[in-house]
């Protein structure tokens, strides 16, 4: 038996994090992955480093006053390489700033059932 592929999703948004788990819940391909929530940066940091999912879908815009960019590069300074992390925006003025910085992929809020399933399987082969 194969051990699950982790995911941490930050955000801190609970409509949104309503939505991801409904999709987690009901789509056949995702029911191989162990999810982890965050709603902070604090958060979202301990729990990058005790689980070291395979990916992380990072909002920029976390509740707890630090910048998401400034938490993107924190956790690239600590990703093994098998871990990528993907932003979710609302503001694409942040698009390049983040590949920059090494975000696997960037991509702007609301997304689409199948831009979230695509981008999660993309990211987890």
Known sequence: MTEKKKILIA???QRIV???????RFQKNLADFNLFWAETAAQAQALF???KPALTLLDLGLGDGIPGYDVLK???GQ???SCRIVVLSGYSEYEDMC????AAAFLKKP????????TV???TR
Do not use: I, M, N, R
């Not at 309503?18 to 987690?24: A, E, G, H």
């Not at 997304?111 to 695509?118: G, I, P, S, V």
């Open 11 to 13: 955000e801190d948004d």
């Open 18 to 24: 309503s939505s991801y788990k409904l999709l987690f």
């Open 49 to 51: 480093l005790q689980e």
């Open 74 to 76: 924190q956790l690239q």
């Open 79 to 81: 990703v093994p390489d």
């Open 99 to 102: 590949l920059a910085a090494g």
């Open 111 to 118: 997304l689409t059932k199948d831009q979230f399933l695509a």
């Open 121 to 123: 399987l993309e990211h």
